[in-house]
């Protein structure tokens, strides 16, 4: 067997994906050959290099944490067969509950922050950057984005509103918005999100003045 | 009286839930963690998983190596998780650069993390992870499920959904790379 060969058999080798005769081969050959033999050799130490990489621990009880969530998650998906049975018990406590008195609702209504404030003139296009901090991820989020009748959102005309489900991340997201503003006035665009039962509202004011715009694209950010 | 039994039969199975899940929580947090790169993201995809395979529990009960089905659920979730960020009608992008500057609408109450310690011991885990890293995605996923991971050509035709013969092509075109990018490097 020469080099190329040797070479050519490598990653098969590696796999044990050799017939007895073909590894006996590679085998005679890396014995007789010093660059083959540090070769296959230096692959051996990679893969073990790569093995012995470090995963940090979970957090602590995350094991226990994530199987109860996953039941309590599922609790309720009860077999359609049981579901009647359970439907009966379920049925009685409520009565109970009519009689007894109705149970405080656990939605939580909308948290507003202080309005932003930003200035547009009549024609300029312009993104918006929110940038929405997350203590933990949030799957599943869902955003709508609420616009004034003078101001279009680049890429959906006429549409007064937007939206759809995405998941936020740890930490910082930001989220572009590409407007442009159709008509003069003192307007407002709200961003909503809503994830599980809560729910918090942004409001930025936008100044919109006739001056024309040359029409550049450029960031615009904005405090709360 | 049967529906009764039935019942008390549904309760009993959480508990079977948890003993068979319990061995391999580590593992999937590590295949979890490898894919993510972050381990708060790796938590959330594994707690994404248990609750899928939750109402599963019967196909669960029934394996005698729930491993690879198990990888399989998790892999396809990170997949489907990616997909819907790249689907946002609108550029979400997850921003942890400096951003002094720039204002924060806080939606919510954040919590202070502080930064993650870089040992310099880490200094070839960093290199060989920047070379795994620049592999392209197919290459970057089977070389950690296979080489990293130690999942078999075999079980990973199940969990990739790919022909044995395309992955066997395609981990050695990911070792070639690796051998070029780590050619300087010593073990």
């Given at each position: 067997m020469n080099c190329t060969k040797a070479l050519e058999y490598r990653d098969d080798y590696i796999d044990g994906d050799l017939s007895q005769e073909e590894k006996v081969a590679v085998r005679e050959h890396l014995d007789s050959c010093q660059?083959?033999?540090?070769?296959?050799?230096?692959?051996?130490?990679?893969?073990?290099?790569?093995?012995?990489?470090t995963v940090p621990a979970p957090s602590p009880g995350f094991a226990r944490r994530s199987l109860q969530h996953a039941q309590s998650a599922g609790?309720?998906?009860?077999?359609?067969?049981?579901?009647?049975?359970?439907?009966?018990?379920?049925?009685?406590?409520?009565?109970?509950?009519?009689?007894t008195g109705l149970p405080r609702m656990s939605y939580q209504p909308a948290q507003e922050l202080p309005t932003a404030q930003v200035i547009i003139k009549i024609n300029e296009q312009k993104i918006i950057n929110v940038v929405v901090n997350a203590p933990r991820d949030l799957l599943d989020a869902h955003i709508t984005i609420q616009l004034p009748a003078q101001v279009e959102m680049v890429g959906f005309p006429g549409k007064s509103e937007i939206e759809?489900?995405?998941?936020?991340?740890?930490?910082?997201?930001?989220?572009?918005?590409?407007?442009?503003?159709?008509?003069?006035?003192?307007?407002?665009?709200?961003?909503?999100?809503?994830?599980?039962?809560?729910?918090?509202?942004?409001k930025l004011a936008m100044k919109i003045h006739n001056s024309h715009a040359t029409g550049d694209l450029h960031d615009s950010k904005y405090l709360v | 009286m049967e529906k009764v039994i039935s019942l008390i039969k549904y309760f009993s199975q959480t508990s079977e839930f948890e003993k068979i899940l319990h061995p391999y929580i580590l593992k999937l947090y590590r295949v979890a963690y490898r894919l993510c790169g972050s381990a708060s993201d790796a938590e959330d995809l594994v707690q994404d998983v248990l609750v899928k395979v939750y109402p599963k529990r019967q196909t669960l009960f029934r394996l005698e190596n729930p491993g690879p089905w198990l990888v399989k659920v998790l892999y396809r979730t990170f997949i489907d998780h990616r997909r819907r960020?790249?689907?946002?009608?609108?550029?979400?992008?997850?921003?942890?650069?400096?951003?002094?500057?720039?204002?924060?609408?806080?939606?919510?109450?954040?919590?202070?993390?502080?930064?993650?310690?870089?040992?310099?011991?880490?200094?070839?885990?960093?290199?060989?992870?920047?070379?795994?890293?620049?592999?392209?995605?197919?290459?970057?996923?089977?070389?950690?499920l296979h080489d990293v991971e130690g999942y078999t050509l075999n079980e990973l035709e199940e969990i990739l959904n790919t022909p044995i013969g395309t992955l066997k092509s395609r981990l050695h075109r990911a070792r070639a790379s690796l051998r070029k990018l780590l050619k300087h490097e010593t073990f």
């Open positions: 660059q083959c033999h540090d070769a296959f050799k230096r692959d051996e130490d990679m893969l073990q290099a790569l093995r012995a990489v609790r309720w998906q009860i077999p359609k067969s049981l579901a009647p049975l359970l439907s009966a018990a379920m049925a009685a406590c409520l009565v109970l509950w009519l009689v759809w489900k995405t998941d936020l991340r740890k930490g910082k997201n930001l989220l572009s918005l590409p407007i442009i503003a159709k008509s003069t006035g003192n307007v407002e665009l709200v961003t909503r999100i809503n994830h599980e039962n809560k729910s918090k509202l942004l | 960020m790249a689907r946002s009608p609108l550029h979400l992008l997850q921003n942890n650069n400096d951003e002094e500057n720039n204002s924060v609408v806080e939606s919510i109450p954040t919590e202070n993390s502080g930064p993650e310690e870089i040992s310099e011991n880490n200094q070839v885990r960093e290199r060989l992870m920047r070379a795994i890293n620049s592999l392209n995605l197919d290459q970057r996923h089977l070389c950690i």
